[in-house]
């Protein structure tokens, strides 16, 4: 549509292969979290997870959100913080959340961020030394 920058939309991408290749696109959702980049994401039974990225401000993005694609809303999707094995919490402010790598642990309900970190081109670069580990709560 001609729009540059940071758009925040989920379109589904339908593509039909025969004589000719078609692709539809449809706008699945024009509400959810405020638009980012540098985000990491995973699908899992049919919830596409976003979790953290740059904001349109260069604001970091600590939160996690899921887009149920069934019924096509967005909810925001709490961590679990606490003890880590008599360690104290982590606080999830402490590294930045952009440009990480999302895994999925078996189970289902725990998440890896590998890496990640922000060029600033002013100050050099920052990065996450740590594999940090996230426990989903139940959406």
Not at 71 to 85: C, M, N, Q, Y
Request: contains cysteine; proline residues 5%; aromatic residues 8%.
């Amino acid at each position: 549509d001609g729009r540059k920058g940071i758009h925040g939309d989920v379109s589904l991408i339908k593509v039909e292969v025969g004589r000719r290749c078609t692709v539809a696109v449809e706008r699945l959702s024009p509400g959810g979290p405020e638009p980012r980049y540098s985000h990491a994401s995973f699908v899992k039974d049919g919830l596409l997870f976003v979790i953290g990225g740059v904001t349109r401000d260069w604001g970091d993005a600590f939160a996690a959100f899921c887009f149920d694609l069934r019924d096509r809303l967005w909810r925001e999707v709490p961590f679990i913080e606490g003890d880590a094995g008599g360690e104290a919490a982590y606080n999830l402010r402490s590294h930045v959340w952009a440009r990480q790598q999302a895994l999925l642990l078996p189970g289902g309900k725990t998440v890896a961020l590998v890496g990640g970190g922000i060029l600033v081109f002013a100050h050099g670069s920052t990065t996450n030394p740590l594999v940090l580990t996230l426990s989903l709560s139940p959406i």
